[in-house]
């Protein structure tokens, strides 16, 4: 692309030059260092890292999040005064969440989770549970109807946490470098707080109260201003390459 004279915006959350730091004699280091320098800007999301391979440019930029459309009406046929949990974890792939999710259930919260888990053993637990598609162009906004999200980390998720004020109950992945990151970030907000493996799910079911009623500091995603700037870029350095 550098070769090419095409405009190259390198957006960073978990730079690898940065993760890598500690090893910056290593090869693939400074392979990932000449890389993020060969952009033309760099755009830097909340709480996210430096890039400190790129030396130009950078502009700090809101959420990057998916829109929020108040024209669509989500109907969550629940009573209103019991809290409702949006359950994101593959149950498939973690056993013990069918024993916490059924637990929440008799703990009188309200399940959101995808159609395609697998829940043939709750077939009498379906009066508290609404099936939502996962494909589905609107499945984001659900965060926004829930009053706690259940889910492993991730930089999309935890964004949209931060903009719709959804507190988050997460549980690190193992060898997954920006997870330590991201959980200094949920503390800077307070936005959630982790569910530890080894505690008891009476212990998590406290810590999923407790969040219903925590204050999230929040951020809107705001990025007009940062899209004009990236064209006005492009353009000058376009208006270079014609004149080189």
Same mark, same amino acid.
């Given at each position: 692309? /550098?070769?090419?004279?095409?405009?190259?915006?390198?957006?960073? /959350?978990?730079?690898? !030059?940065?993760?890598?730091?500690?090893?910056?004699?290593?090869?693939? %280091?400074?392979? #990932?260092? !000449?890389?993020?320098?060969?952009?033309?800007?760099?755009?830097?999301?909340?709480?996210?890292?430096?890039?400190?391979?790129?030396?130009?440019?950078?502009?700090?930029?809101?959420?990057?999040?998916? $829109?929020?459309?108040? !024209?669509? =009406?989500?109907?969550?046929?629940?009573?209103?005064?019991?809290? =409702?949990?949006?359950?994101?974890? *593959?149950?498939?792939?973690?056993?013990?969440?069918?024993?916490?999710?059924?637990?929440?259930? %008799?703990?009188?919260? @309200?399940?959101?989770? &995808?159609?395609?888990?697998?829940?043939?053993?709750?077939?009498?637990?379906?009066?508290?549970?609404?099936?939502?598609?996962?494909?589905? *162009?609107? @499945?984001h906004q659900y965060i926004k109807h829930a009053d706690v999200l259940i889910s492993k980390l991730g930089y999309g998720v935890?964004?949209?946490?931060?903009? #719709?004020?959804?507190?988050?109950? @997460?549980?690190?992945? =193992?060898?997954?470098?920006?997870?330590? @990151?991201?959980?200094?970030?949920?503390?800077? #907000?307070?936005?959630? $707080?982790?569910?530890h493996p080894a505690s008891s799910i009476d212990r998590w079911i406290s810590t999923i109260r407790k969040l219903t009623t925590?204050?999230?500091?929040?951020?809107?995603?705001?990025?007009? $201003?940062? %899209? $004009?700037?990236?064209?006005?870029? #492009?353009?000058?350095? /376009?208006?270079?390459?014609? =004149? &080189?």
């Open positions: 692309v /550098n070769k090419m004279n095409i405009f190259l915006v390198n957006i960073s /959350n978990f730079t690898w !030059s940065d993760i890598i730091e500690g090893f910056q004699e290593h090869v693939l %280091a400074e392979n #990932y260092r !000449s890389w993020e320098g060969l952009a033309d800007l760099n755009i830097k999301l909340p709480f996210s890292m430096d890039c400190s391979g790129f030396t130009g440019e950078t502009l700090e930029m809101g959420l990057l999040v998916r $829109e929020f459309d108040k !024209s669509k =009406t989500i109907l969550i046929d629940r009573d209103d005064n019991i809290d =409702t949990v949006m359950f994101l974890f *593959p149950l498939k792939d973690y056993p013990r969440h069918k024993m916490f999710l059924k637990a929440l259930i %008799a703990n009188d919260f @309200f399940i959101l989770i &995808s159609k395609n888990q697998q829940l043939d053993d709750f077939d009498d637990l379906k009066a508290s549970i609404e099936l939502i598609d996962p494909k589905s *162009p609107i @499945f935890i964004s949209e946490c931060l903009a #719709y004020k959804t507190p988050i109950a @997460f549980q690190k992945r =193992t060898h997954s470098p920006e997870d330590d @990151f991201l959980v200094d970030s949920i503390n800077e #907000y307070h936005l959630g $707080e982790e569910l925590e204050n999230i500091i929040s951020q809107k995603p705001m990025n007009d $201003e940062i %899209a $004009e700037i990236i064209i006005e870029r #492009y353009h000058e350095f /376009n208006n270079k390459v014609r =004149t &080189s």
